[in-house]
């Protein structure tokens, strides 16, 4: 016999013995309050039986998104930390270059060579130095642009005054195909020419 009338037995079935010594319930009668309460937990686990599925069904989304956002930041600042390195070793090369034939492709070279994994025909290199000791502006050569290597002729790069490289490399943050924000990652790097 059920002890909540209209629910399942709740709580472990009482033995036989037990069974016969309790009075039958009669019509208006309520079972005793610890059974009362029992079948009350019984009911709430039914009721609430898909209750987690929901709420894991609306975290999930955002999850995934924060997730997706963690992965993609983590690729744009490894794409960073390549570029820095690969300018440094640029501006260090571009720095004991005077006197060579063609500097700037060979710096170049020597960007695209530190930065292995990032697509090099994207990687913009522009160099900036004193071509002259009476010079008052800075020359400047763009990977991008390409033309003639401004510190080409032997002794044109003038040393202890200051090389500059700058890499810049596209990225963009996308989330499912749509993209989020496009822009450059630059950095900078400056050595003393030797």
């Given at each position: 016999m059920p002890i909540c009338r209209g629910v399942e037995p709740c709580g472990p079935q009482e033995d036989a013995a037990a069974e016969r010594r309790r009075a039958p319930n009669r019509p208006g009668d309520r079972p005793p309050a610890s059974r009362l309460a029992a079948c009350r937990g019984a009911r709430r686990g039914a009721d609430e039986r898909g209750q987690a599925l929901?709420?894991?069904?609306?975290?999930?989304?955002?999850?995934?998104?924060?997730?997706?956002?963690?992965?993609?930041?983590?690729?744009?600042y490894n794409h960073y930390i390549q570029l820095t390195n690969a300018a440094d070793a640029g501006a260090r090369l571009f720095s004991i270059e005077r006197g060579q034939s063609n500097p700037c492709t060979d710096v170049v070279s020597?960007?695209?060579?530190?930065?292995?994994?990032?697509?090099?025909?994207?990687?913009?290199?522009?160099?900036?130095?004193?071509?002259?000791?009476?010079?008052?502006?800075?020359?400047?050569?763009?990977?991008?642009?390409?033309?003639?290597?401004?510190?080409?002729?032997?002794?044109?790069?003038?040393?202890?005054?200051?090389?500059?490289?700058?890499?810049?490399?596209?990225?963009?943050?996308?989330?499912?195909?749509?993209?989020?924000?496009?822009?450059?990652?630059?950095?900078?790097?400056?050595?003393?020419?030797?």
């Amino acid at each position: 016999m059920p002890i909540c009338r209209g629910v399942e037995p709740c709580g472990p079935q009482e033995d036989a013995a037990a069974e016969r010594r309790r009075a039958p319930n009669r019509p208006g009668d309520r079972p005793p309050a610890s059974r009362l309460a029992a079948c009350r937990g019984a009911r709430r686990g039914a009721d609430e039986r898909g209750q987690a599925l929901v709420e894991f069904a609306l975290v999930l989304p955002v999850l995934l998104i924060v997730i997706i956002g963690i992965l993609q930041f983590g690729v744009v600042y490894n794409h960073y930390i390549q570029l820095t390195n690969a300018a440094d070793a640029g501006a260090r090369l571009f720095s004991i270059e005077r006197g060579q034939s063609n500097p700037c492709t060979d710096v170049v070279s020597q960007v695209d060579a530190a930065a292995a994994t990032l697509k090099s025909s994207n990687v913009v290199v522009t160099l900036s130095a004193v071509n002259s000791p009476t010079a008052t502006s800075p020359s400047t050569y763009s990977s991008a642009a390409g033309g003639s290597c401004p510190w080409s002729s032997p002794g044109v790069l003038v040393s202890g005054n200051p090389v500059t490289l700058t890499a810049t490399y596209p990225f963009s943050l996308s989330l499912f195909g749509l993209s989020i924000i496009s822009s450059n990652l630059s950095v900078s790097a400056t050595e003393n020419a030797a």
